[in-house]
């Protein structure tokens, strides 16, 4: 069975500050991992997904990285600032339905 | 193209009470899958369509549950005789096969 962890549970930074946020999964067979950003009560939005085969994706200030072999992604965080405070969720897609297994998350806020 | 919708955002039912949610996914996608989030934890599979056909459901998705896809478009999921273990945001995601898996705003349901 799948499960994916997410280091760490919290992080307060100040604004500017660049971050990185840790995902670790324990099964390689994996087809793509994708980022998403989650507001109190609201739900997910998609920041980036990378295929199995390759090893990192960026949009503007985000960097996600992908290490299939070892299970691990981390989403890197340029700059931060307070808009970004969110939760950052990691989800793994695999078996023949691409269905996708979530970390718990980490709650991100960015201090002014 | 206005994404995938869901509807109503928010449920208070009385236990025992039946409850059903709709999904609109995006419409070129043909897999369609509900999730299930409750505080402080990732979302959780609940069940899957590849068009019309329900194709896998989760050990989670008691007998109180159903979901249906009528010709592959909108899905609805039913919940019978609700609990207040029910109690818990349900999301709905669409995606093109392997590709980028795009969320709703969900449905906050709450069992008082």
């Known amino acids: 069975k799948q499960e994916v962890t997410q280091i760490p549970a919290a992080l307060s930074v100040p604004e500017g500050e660049n971050l990185v946020l840790n995902c670790s999964f324990t099964d390689s067979a994996i087809y793509n991992l994708q980022w998403f950003r989650q507001d109190p009560g609201k739900g997910l939005t998609s920041l980036l997904l990378i295929q199995s085969s390759q090893r990192e994706q960026t949009s503007g200030r985000l960097n996600a990285s992908l290490d299939k072999s070892s299970g691990r992604s981390t989403l890197y965080i340029a700059a931060s600032q307070p808009g970004d405070s969110a939760t950052y969720l990691c989800a793994v897609g695999g078996g023949s339905n691409y269905k996708l297994t979530f970390g718990k998350g980490t709650l991100l806020t960015v201090n002014p | 193209d206005t994404g995938v919708s869901q509807n109503p955002r928010h449920k208070i039912t009385k236990r025992g009470q039946n409850v059903t949610f709709r999904c609109d996914p995006i419409?070129?996608?043909?897999?369609l899958y509900w999730y299930r989030q409750t505080l402080g934890q990732g979302p959780e599979f609940l069940t899957y369509f590849q068009n019309e056909a329900q194709l896998e459901k989760s050990r989670l998705l008691s007998d109180r549950f159903s979901a249906e896809r009528p010709k592959g478009s909108f899905s609805t999921l039913e919940i019978q005789r609700t609990e207040q273990g029910d109690s818990a945001m349900y999301l709905c995601?669409?995606?093109?096969?392997?590709?980028?898996?795009?969320f709703g705003q969900g449905t906050r349901l709450t069992v008082v």
């Open positions: 995601a669409s995606s093109l096969g392997a590709l980028e898996a795009f």
């Open positions: 419409s070129e996608h043909n897999r």
